[in-house]
């Protein structure tokens, strides 16, 4: 016998029928997002960059050994028509983020984009005295250790303040509350000078604040075409450096620019960035070597 279904009965079922569709997709996204969060910390092992870490990443990372802070800084300031004043920053960024990768175990904070400097008469120029950047970097240092960081480096893309202010605050807070700071000073004056003479090898013009090096790596990680004004590369030649040494005479153009920049090229600056990134990574390794394999101290240990 065939019973005829109510309107009621109708209902329920339709009603059973959407409750079930929704309980089984309800459960289908429960089932996605539980396998998104266990992957999230797979994903989060590639992160570097303090500013762009929630709390719970840093304090992730600091348990996994990532336990070495790079503090770098940068500077802004005039490099003539063809670059940008914050070229330093642009510069600094790249560098301490690849030295952070190669490294393995290191984070690297906020770049600091004010270094010491004076203003010139050319528009550009924002410095700091020697005082405020040696009262920012032990600050951010100390900031650093008690956000757990066990290892300190301090570096920098401006000459400013390099190597004395760097070298004396690093000397007064190592081993501070177990810590130890360092200044590499090798990503600097010696990848310069190794990207200097490759080029006064390959019969390069010589040159100095914005010529070749700063151009040319300038215009290889400005990928947006932000940073430098390429239509004006072929024409940035400023000051003649002779022996090293700025000659400025009656029909100099005091443009900004020592030397001569016209045979900038992006293959240039990538060199000159692997230069200064393999001369970073060597020497932080050196002054790490029997730091890097112990395990992160669980509390501060007397000096």
């Not at 000073?185 to 013009?205: C, E, I, K, S, T």
């Amino acid at each position: 016998m065939f019973l005829r279904k109510t309107e009621n009965d109708v209902r329920i079922g339709s009603v059973s029928h959407s409750s079930l569709m929704l309980i089984a997709g309800g459960a289908a996204t429960l089932i996605l997002a539980a396998g998104s969060a266990r992957a999230a910390p797979r994903a989060q092992a590639d992160l570097v960059e303090f500013e762009k870490m929630t709390w719970v990443e840093v304090k992730s990372a600091l348990a996994a050994g990532k336990t070495t802070a790079l503090i770098y800084t940068g500077g802004v300031e005039e490099r003539g028509p063809q670059d940008a004043n914050g070229g330093h920053n642009l510069m600094a960024h790249a560098t301490v983020e690849a030295i952070a990768r190669e490294l393995g175990n290191a984070i690297f904070l906020p770049v600091l984009p004010y270094t010491p400097n004076d203003a010139e008469s050319i528009p550009g120029t924002i410095g700091i005295t020697n005082e405020l950047l040696a009262a920012m970097l032990e600050r951010i240092t100390e900031q650093a250790i008690l956000n757990g960081f066990r290892n300190v480096i301090l570096m920098g893309d401006h000459a400013g303040g390099q190597p004395q202010v760097y070298e004396e605050v690093a000397r007064k807070l190592d081993a501070r509350d177990g810590a130890r700071v360092f200044y590499c000073d090798q990503v600097y004056r010696a990848a310069n000078d190794a990207f200097d003479q490759y080029l006064a090898q390959h019969g390069y013009p010589l040159s100095l604040h914005g010529g070749i090096p700063d151009t040319s790596e300038m215009m290889y990680l400005d990928k947006d075409n932000t940073w430098v004004r390429r239509d004006l590369v072929s024409s940035a030649v400023g000051d003649p450096v002779v022996d090293g040494k700025v000659q400025i005479g009656p029909q100099s153009p005091q443009n900004g620019i020592l030397g001569d920049a016209r045979r900038s090229t992006a293959e240039l600056g990538k060199r000159a960035f692997d230069m200064k990134v393999d001369y970073a990574v060597r020497q932080i390794r050196s002054l790490l070597t029997d730091l890097m394999i112990q395990p992160p101290a669980r509390h501060p240990q007397p000096p």
